[in-house]
């Protein structure tokens, strides 16, 4: 149980294009969701949490106009890269908690982005 | 504010050896602790976590975790390392958000 998905979990983009990627909790409801940021070799930064069916909250730093976040159910929350650049190029992980167990949360399997 | 510090960036250790990857937590309350591990290119996978009770925590694949309060520690630990336990390994504290340790690489020598 607790499985968290994500798609797609590789994708490219030309620089100045918009891509989207989908978190969705497949066997429970993830009241809250997480999307996290690491370069490599390093670790993991939090960018937003988002409830279902209010914005998200973004860390300071994090651009919300450039990572746009919405989690319109209980299953799905998304990320769209607007406007991408290749320093945008990153690992982008999500988790997702449910109401039930709200102290742990449980990790897609990232999706690579690459800018060109 | 809560923090996590992974003291080693990197630790190489011999297959069959002993390994303890250190964490210390910075945390106002009683801290939810946890531990996983992400191999090259691949999600987090849990692999034990610390709320409440017994200090001694009990994972997957043999690894363990001791709590210890008057330390702000929460080191894992494994009796004997397999080649396939190379990886990033990251402690992590929180409850409503999480925040991690820069992560520990472990390299197993055959």
């Known amino acids: 149980g607790a499985v968290v998905s994500q798609h797609p979990s590789r994708v490219i983009c030309k620089s100045g294009t918009s891509v989207k990627i989908e978190c969705r909790s497949l066997?429970?409801?993830?009241?809250?969701m997480f999307w996290y940021r690491q370069f490599p070799k390093q670790s993991l930064m939090l960018m937003a949490t988002?409830?279902?069916?209010?914005?998200?909250?973004?860390e300071q730093g994090v651009e919300k106009d450039k990572f746009l976040i919405n989690h319109a159910s209980l299953t799905l929350s998304t990320l769209t890269v607007t406007s991408a650049h290749p320093e945008d190029s990153s690992f982008y992980i999500c988790?997702?908690?449910?109401?039930?167990?709200?102290?742990?949360?449980?990790f897609g399997p990232g999706t690579r982005l690459t800018v060109t | 504010a809560q923090s996590v510090t992974q003291p080693d960036i990197h630790i190489t250790v011999s297959e069959g050896a002993s390994l303890e990857l250190r964490c210390n937590y910075s945390?106002?309350?009683?801290?939810?602790l946890f531990w996983y591990v992400q191999s090259p290119g691949q999600g987090l996978q849990l692999l034990l976590k610390?709320?409440?009770?017994?200090?001694l925590v009990q994972g997957i694949k043999g690894f363990e975790a001791e709590f210890k309060r008057s330390q702000s520690s929460f080191n894992l630990r494994k009796p004997s390392v397999h080649w396939s336990d190379a990886a990033e390994y990251f402690c992590?504290?929180?409850?409503?958000?999480?925040?991690f340790g820069a992560g520990t690489r472990l390299t197993v020598k055959p």
């Open positions: 992590a504290v929180g409850v409503y958000d999480m925040r």
């Open positions: 945390y106002g309350a009683t801290p939810y």
């Open positions: 610390y709320f409440s009770g017994d200090t």
């Open positions: 988002s409830n279902e069916g209010s914005k998200a909250t973004y």
């Open positions: 066997d429970f409801q993830a009241t809250t």
């Open positions: 988790s997702a908690r449910a109401a039930t167990f709200y102290y742990e949360q449980y």
